[in-house]
């Protein structure tokens, strides 16, 4: 059991290049996210989804999409990338999106610097 | 607009000691994270707390909510060099229309406890 698994662990992008952030889980779980993390800032929801097909936005979407083609993957894509995506990006998923007792459990992070 | 506030931000303490630190908001909610980050690491669930005075413990660690108050507390007993790291609260803003998720987060407070 892998848990949640995100590559790459780490990429250098040029302004305007566009990238694909992996992510994976092993636990059958319907609910996954993407956030994204900044010095000295909490968390950021960048996008989520409560099962396959079904994918919505969180508090920072622009300039990412997502897809959910299966429950065990959520990919994250940056379209063109600026500087300001400088950031760490994390995946978590969680058995439902949010019932007693449920939390998260994230992925070791893809460190992204944008030149 | 929910706003999470951590204070202290960076907090430096002796082994042996007791600390607590504190996660105001600013709206009213009944469910509130605990997540551990280790420096260069991924985000670990501490604890979740659900209700109105709900207190929970995991070794030296306790968590406590008010929702009254818009107050959780993490208290640190007879701290020890492993409880180094960054501690996050995070919020569920969710209303009652709402079944997902929809955290709020904290900046993180950067606990260094020296031997």
């Known amino acids: 059991n892998a848990g949640v698994t995100q590559t790459p662990k780490f990429q250098v992008l040029k302004t305007g290049q566009s990238m694909t952030l992996q992510c994976a889980q092993d636990?059958?779980?319907?609910?996954m996210s993407w956030y994204r993390q900044d010095p000295g800032m909490g968390l950021r929801l960048i996008h989520y989804s409560v099962g396959a097909g079904i994918t919505d936005q969180g508090e920072v979407p622009n300039g990412y999409n997502v897809s959910r083609s299966t429950t065990e993957d959520f990919p994250l894509r940056l379209l063109s990338a600026a500087p300001s995506q400088t950031s760490v990006y994390f995946c978590?998923?969680?058995?439902?999106?949010?019932?007693?007792?449920?939390?998260?459990?994230f992925g070791p992070g893809t460190r992204l610097l944008v030149l | 607009e929910l706003k999470v506030e951590q204070n202290p931000l960076f907090l430096s303490m002796q082994e042996g000691k007791n600390y607590t630190i504190y996660c105001n908001y600013s709206t009213t909610s009944d469910r509130l994270y605990w997540y551990r980050q280790d420096p260069g690491k991924s985000l670990e669930s501490l604890f979740v707390?659900?209700?109105n005075g709900a207190v929970k413990q995991e070794g030296r660690l306790m968590a406590s909510l008010d929702t009254k108050a818009r107050l959780s507390t993490l208290h640190i007993t007879a701290a020890v060099h492993d409880l180094s790291a960054t501690y996050f609260c995070?919020?569920?803003?969710?209303?009652?229309?709402?079944?997902?998720?929809?955290?709020?987060w904290g900046a993180g407070t950067k606990l260094i406890i020296k031997p």
């Open positions: 978590a998923s969680s058995h439902t999106s949010g019932g007693p007792q449920e939390t998260q459990y």
């Open positions: 636990m059958n779980h319907e609910y």
């Open positions: 995070a919020v569920d803003a969710r209303t009652p229309m709402d079944s997902n998720y929809q955290l709020i």
């Open positions: 707390l659900l209700s």
